[in-house]
C-alpha cells in the first residue's frame, strides 16, 4: 500500500527565506506527483503537477522536483511572504491501481512571520 | 469560472439523520471523487466514479452511497448520519488529458 510522508509536519520562517518542503513515498510505481496548497478552513489548490516522466515543474516562486526512483519529492520556495502561510500537501497518483485516485501526504503546515 | 462546486458549505446533523452532498464541475472530465479530511488522517477516499454509470468504493466506503448522475454531477449520500461522520468532505474531478486533479472547496459537516 503507498504511503506518503510529508516532513516536517509544521514550519515557521521569518519572511524573505528560501525554503524547502519535503515529500517521501513508499512506492515509485506513480503516474504523477501534485503538490496543493490548503488555506484554513478552505480547499486545496493545486500548484504543480509533476508527471512520472519529469524532474521538476516551476511557477513563479515555486519549484517542485521529482525523483521517482528514490520516492522524494521537494516544493522549493523562493523568498516567502506572509501570504504563504498555509498547508502544503502532496500527493501521488498510483500506476497499478484501478481507482486512480490519489495518495495523500498529511501535509506541511506553513508560517511566514512578516 | 470553470472548477468543481460543491453544495453545501455547512451542515450540521442530528445522529440518524440523512443528506445529500452535491458535486458538480463544468470542465468535461469523466473522473469524479469524494474525499473526506479528518484533522491527523490528511485526505481519504471514499468512492469515485471513473465515467459516468459507474462507481466504486474506495478506502473508507462504510456509511455511505454515491450516485453517478450524469457526467457533470457525483452526490453522496448519508444515509443515517453517525458522529464519526463528522469530517470535511471534498469532491474533486480529474482531466483526462494531464491526470490533473481539481477540487472543491468542501463541505464541513458535524454530526451531533
Known sequence: KQEVTQIPAALSVPEGENLVLNCSFTDSAIYNLQWFRQDPGKGLTSLLLIQSSQREQTSGRLNAS????????????????????????CAVRQRDTGRRALTFGSGTRLQVQP | NAGV????????????????????????????????????????????????????KGEVPNGYNVSRLNKREFSLRLESAAPSQTSVYFCASRDTLYYGYTFGSGTRLTVV
Open chain 1, 66 to 89: 521529482l525523483d521517482k526512483s528514490s520516492g522524494r519529492s521537494t516544493l522549493y520556495i523562493a523568498a516567502s511572504q506572509p501570504g504563504d502561510s498555509a498547508t502544503y500537501l
Open chain 2, 5 to 56: 462546486t460543491q453544495t453545501p458549505k455547512f451542515q450540521v446533523l442530528k445522529t440518524g439523520q440523512s443528506m445529500t452532498l452535491q458535486c458538480a464541475q463544468d470542465m468535461n472530465h469523466n473522473s469524479m471523487y469524494w474525499y473526506r479530511q479528518d484533522p491527523g488522517m490528511g485526505l481519504r477516499l471514499i468512492y469515485y466514479s471513473a465515467s459516468e454509470g459507474t462507481t466504486d
